[in-house]
């Protein structure tokens, strides 16, 4: 017989955090490059003097990484794992170009990307932007998923059961009375048939070379005398 039972496990449930947030953040990336190229126009790619957009200084380079990174925002918050990876791609990126950006501001004693210039024609007011975009990354990355009971059917295995005599109750009861009746009459042997001799009696065979004696005949007279002297 098969038996069935139920046991839960805890399971990812429906459209997570995580997600809508990536896809929120991907929609803001879209706007922000889209209006940075009215603003800014084609030309002059990665020059670092620019129009700005809300205080945020702009070139057509700052504008492509803005549209890929809402790509890759919207693509990416199709699943609750990809979505974690976006934050951790928008954490380290925007936390690299933050650094970037306080370093060519004076930040730091020393600028270690004195070399590369200002390619992204990033101002202060961007830097704090990209700090803010750094850890809303780490934010998403981190954001715990919202998990449900799952119940599910758990099949047993099936457990071996003793057949069923269907033999009538007097058949029954006569196969326990005499075990040997509940032998397979295919291996069963053959009562051994008696015999009149037992095999303990002692069969003497009579010698042929032996003769028996005569039996003298028994005179009457003889047998009266004798009668008499016995009384």
């Known amino acids: 017989m098969t038996h069935h039972s139920t046991a839960g496990r805890v399971k990812v449930a429906g459209l997570q955090p995580a997600q809508v947030l990536a896809g929120l953040v991907g929609l803001v990336f879209l706007a922000l490059g889209v209006l940075g190229f009215v603003r800014t126009g ?12 809300l205080g945020f200084a702009l070139n057509p380079l700052h504008n492509v990484v803005h549209l890929v990174f809402g790509v890759l925002g919207l ?4 699943t609750s794992g990809l979505a974690r990876l976006y934050g951790w791609l928008l954490f380290l990126g925007y936390g690299l170009v933050a650094l970037w950006g306080l370093a060519l501001a004076g930040v730091f004693a020393t600028n270690p990307v004195s070399g590369l210039g200002n ?3 990033l101002n202060t007011n961007d ?5 803010g975009l750094a ?7 981190v954001l715990p998923a919202r998990r449900k009971l799952v119940t599910e059917p758990v099949v047993e295995q099936p457990v071996a059961e003793r057949p069923i005599d269907e033999r009538p109750v007097a058949d029954q009861r006569a196969s326990i009375r005499d075990p040997q009746a ?3 009459p295919t291996t069963q042997e053959m009562p051994t048939q008696r015999s009149g001799v037992h095999p303990n009696d002692r069969i003497e065979s009579m010698d042929p070379t032996v003769q ?3 039996v003298q005949p028994v005179d009457p007279a003889v047998e009266q005398h004798r009668a008499r002297r016995g009384h």
């Open 119 to 121: 390619p992204l024609a």
């Open 127 to 131: 830097n704090w932007l990209h700090l």
């Open 135 to 141: 850890a809303v990354g780490l934010l998403i990355a």
């Open 42 to 53: 084609f030309g002059d790619f990665a020059g670092d003097q620019h129009a700005t957009l």
């Open 182 to 184: 509940q032998m397979d």
């Open 212 to 214: 028996p004696r005569p």
């Open 75 to 78: 693509v990416m918050a199709s």
